[in-house]
């Protein structure tokens, strides 16, 4: 057997040199393990070895053109130095073994490689060196249920250029991984002293962050992922999300951030963006003019936020109802339709065709007032839509004809809502939100700020403490918090105090920060 592999191996240098390196492309000199099969056809061949019982990975023969290299479902442990290294390879999928470590040159010199899966394995780290050769064709990458708790993603993006799809779900990452996206937008400096310009990233179009442990959305992290269509974040513990996180993206299309633990409804700006997911959060009212810069939205979904109760009167002003497909608030709390007011009347003076767009079923206070048999075409499954009164029983709405038969009174004539200028961009472009990253950015540069003052300060003062003969002419206006300038008014007037002084600053310090 060896001597045939030697033979072959010598067959294929010798011939190297004759012919262009494809020739082999089919499956006939090739010596395989056991269980593995060889499929050919047109000039590409099929590895597959998957369930094969295999404990590492063979090495093939060089220079030979593959489709696909299925290792799946084996009992491999390790990818070891260079063992792709001259073959030019399409997928590889290396999906649910037990591989715990990949050197820094298992892929080096592979070529055209365009999928890489390594899900469902063992792996606590990942150099992102490993990645720079096969970067140059890698499109897909998966390394989904591997519990690395860190990735250098940022990197990793960076030396995966084209890169389109990139699966991360369930590695136990947190906070510190995500932050190191921003090193695809701002300058750094390697090792080497050499500044890498932040180029972002323009292919990558699916990134799949769910089943991690993120917690927080802020620092335009995303912002150099220029391309993305479709970002994944659910099952995490998301708290705080930037209201401009969509800023950069031209192309997005879908967020799913259900299963986290939002209590306010970030207001998102994004002209593409169509689905947007909010379902089993935590969050309990939604806030004036919430989806007002989506300009494409198709589909909300704010399921099973069991404590959302209530919405502001205007939440849903310039909430685009030629877009709009559904708005889901299925397992709700929801009392009464009544601040949907401003949306239905709306819904009904214009003539588009939209009906069941709104799904409250199973908020099971909802009251039974007029505006659902007012509204009820804008309500989807509105025969298994039940309502109660005075807190007691539910009814099949659809059953309560009686009850509703004095309902006359035109809402959209008469209510408030259809005031001119109850909504307002004014009002829209100034909306607060709490529970998004800006308070809490706020709040940090302000803390920032009184930080740098107080150091300068603390600078000034230890000059004066070595320079004391020039203290006197030192322009102090430029200081601008009087409590400070007051303290080195009195270091300078009373040098003996100075040390006092000094600790009154520490301890100020310590009070802000
Ligand atoms: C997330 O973090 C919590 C506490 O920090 C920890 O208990 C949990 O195991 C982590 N989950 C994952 C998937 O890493
Ligand atoms: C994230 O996890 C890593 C590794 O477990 C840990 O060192 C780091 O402190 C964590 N960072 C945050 C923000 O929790
Ligand atoms: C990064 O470097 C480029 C070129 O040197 C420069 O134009 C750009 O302003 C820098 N960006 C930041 C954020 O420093
Ligand atoms: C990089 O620059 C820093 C400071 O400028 C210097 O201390 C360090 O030695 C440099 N490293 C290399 C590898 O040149
Ligand atoms: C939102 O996410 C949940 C959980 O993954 C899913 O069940 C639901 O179908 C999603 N909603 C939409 C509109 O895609
Ligand atoms: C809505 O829920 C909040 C807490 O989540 C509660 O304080 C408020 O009273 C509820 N409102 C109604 C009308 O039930
Ligand atoms: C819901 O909120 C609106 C606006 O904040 C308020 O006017 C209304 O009374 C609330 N409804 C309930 C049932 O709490
Ligand atoms: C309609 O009239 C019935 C009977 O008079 C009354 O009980 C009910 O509260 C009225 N419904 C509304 C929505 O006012
Ligand atoms: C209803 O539509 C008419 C004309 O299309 C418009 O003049 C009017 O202001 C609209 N009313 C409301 C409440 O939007
Ligand atoms: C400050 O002035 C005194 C006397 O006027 C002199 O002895 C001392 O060297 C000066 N200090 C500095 C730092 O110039
Ligand atoms: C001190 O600072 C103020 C304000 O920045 C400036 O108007 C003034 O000219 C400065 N005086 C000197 C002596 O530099
Ligand atoms: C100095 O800081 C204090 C506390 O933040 C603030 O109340 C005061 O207005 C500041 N003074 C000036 C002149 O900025």
Known sequence: MIFFWFLFIL?????????????????KHLILPVRCQCYHSGHESQLRCLKSELHSLPKLPNNMRWNALDFSYNYITSVDNYVFADIYVEQINLNSNYIRRIEIT??????????????????????HQTLISPGVSLQIFDVSYNQFQYLDIGQILLNLPVLKQFHLVSCHLNDTSINTLLKLIQNTTDEYNQTTVGRGHYYLEILDLSYNNLTTICDH??????????????????????????????QIKIINLAHNSLQHAPKLSSRSLEILNFSSNHIYYLNDYFASNLRAIRVIDFDYNHHLNNTSLRAFCFLN?????????????????????????????????????IDINNNINLKCDCTLIKFQKYLNNYNDLTCTQQGQDRYYISTLTNWFSNCSYDVCLYGQQTKLNFCNWADAERAIYEGTCEAKLKARDKRKKLKSQLTSTLTTLIDVQSLENTTESKNLTSIENSTVIQVEKNLISNSISMKINIYLILIILFIFF
Not at 345 to 355: D, E, F, G, P, S
């Open 321 to 357: 109802i030629f877009s709009l497909e559904k708005l889901i608030f299925r397992s709700n709390n929801l009392i009464s339709l009544n601040t949907f007011n401003e949306l239905l009347c709306r819904l009904m003076n214009t003539t588009t065709n939209k009906i069941n767009i």
């Open 11 to 27: 067959h294929l240098t010798i011939s190297q040199d004759i012919i262009f390196p494809y020739i082999f492309s089919d499956c």
């Open 221 to 250: 992290l995303f912002d150099g992922l220029y391309n993305l269509i479709k970002l994944n974040l659910e099952h995490n513990s998301i708290r705080i999300i930037d209201n401009n996180f969509l800023r950069t993206f031209l």
């Open 106 to 127: 298992a892929f080096d010199q592979i070529k055209n490689l365009k999928q890489l899966l390594i899900n469902n394995n063992q792996l606590k780290d990942l150099h």
